[in-house]
């Protein structure tokens, strides 16, 4: 079982961000309003993530850590909804077969909480413990235990960076969760969790970008766009300005970059990337799902259709009036 789980942990994780993307996207399935995620050394030594969540019944916690425990799948409707959001119960296995992790988890109507150890896959103790209502998530050691995956990982600047972007977009897609950032005891991001898009907008990018926001609200044929467009004078020289999502998830996509800087191009230079936030709401069975959980190129059934309609949302929101 070990084994089966180091080699799952190979597809699910790769890196410090990978962790703190399944226990961020744990934390938040757990009803949690506020998370905290600590890193040092780029998350390569220490991840700690604590939230306020309902947290895990003492006599679930084990059963937590066994692959494919939780099986949320019931319908096919189901499956595809899970296939775009995620693992399925494989997450805290593959997490614990990789790392020397600790949780302390408490739920309301219960007076003691729990510390779970577990080493490489190994349980080291279990103990009652006073504890906070909610979860906290220590990870040490990131392969600690396999040293031709530590190989791959990049310094710890590059790492934190890559924690610092899925965090972005974890506010970016959750603005009624507070989420609060810390790299080697520095805050690097905070947000007020006040359900405000806008707020979390100006809590990432600061005020330049908050006060050249225009709002695009749009629907056509099964797909709603919601979300802001920058002003034309707020530009990049690349992409990193582009945040799209798909039914609640970060997704890049070549053909809805392409979509929007086709509409901005009679209102931009030349190599000038737009600001934007979109968020599409549609159907899950219309984006294709078949593609590896790690990679967030996605392909929409009706990519043609969808780049019309973005076209059309974005060009149409850039000629309003008030512009
Ligand atoms: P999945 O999220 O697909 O169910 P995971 O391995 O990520 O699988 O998590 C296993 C289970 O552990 C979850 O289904 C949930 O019941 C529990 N769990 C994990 N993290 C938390 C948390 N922060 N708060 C409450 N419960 C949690
Ligand atoms: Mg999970």
Redesign the pocket.
Same mark, same amino acid.
């Given at each position: 079982q070990i084994t089966i789980d180091k080699i799952a942990a190979g597809e699910v994780i790769e890196r410090p961000a990978s962790i703190v993307k399944?226990l961020v996207e744990?934390?938040i399935? #757990?009803g949690s309003t506020s998370v905290t995620v600590e890193i040092k050394d780029g998350g390569i030594s220490f991840i700690r993530i604590r939230?306020n969540?309902?947290?895990?019944p003492k006599e679930?916690v084990k059963s937590?850590f066994l692959r494919h425990?939780?099986s949320?799948i019931e319908t096919v409707e189901d499956l595809s909804h899970i296939a775009s959001l995620?693992?399925?119960?494989? #997450?805290?296995?593959s997490i614990a077969a990789v790392t020397r992790t600790e949780v302390i988890?408490k739920t309301k109507d219960s007076d003691l909480g729990t510390k779970y150890v577990i080493e490489g896959g190994k349980e080291v103790s279990l103990e009652e413990t006073g504890a906070p209502d909610g979860?906290t998530f220590l990870v040490h050691q990131l392969f600690y235990n396999v040293p031709a995956r530590r190989k791959f990982l990049k310094t710890p600047m590059t790492e934190a960076g890559h924690v610092q972007d899925l965090l972005m977009h974890l506010a970016l897609s959750h603005p009624e969760v507070a989420l609060q950032f810390l790299n080697n005891g520095q805050e690097k991001l905070r947000t007020s969790g006040n359900g405000k898009l806008k707020d979390v907008i100006y809590q990432i990018y600061g005020r330049d970008v908050a006060a050249n926001l225009i709002e695009l609200d749009y629907e056509k044929g099964g797909l709603r766009i919601t979300g802001f467009l920058g002003k034309p004078v707020i530009t990049r020289g690349n992409r990193n300005f582009e945040n799209f999502f798909v039914n609640g998830r970060y997704v890049k996509s070549g053909m809805i970059s392409k979509a929007l800087e086709d509409a901005y191009r009679d209102f931009v230079m030349q190599h000038k990337f737009p600001f934007a936030v979109l968020h599409f709401h549609l159907n899950g069975e219309e984006v294709d799902i078949n593609v590896h959980p790690t990679k967030m190129e996605l392909r929409f059934q009706k990519q043609q259709e969808v780049y019309g309609t973005v076209f059309e949302a974005v060009h149409r929101t850039l000629l309003e009036p008030e512009l």
């Open positions: 399944e744990n934390a399935d #757990a939230d969540g309902c947290g895990i679930e937590a425990s939780t949320k995620g693992f399925r119960g494989e #997450a805290l296995s988890t979860t």
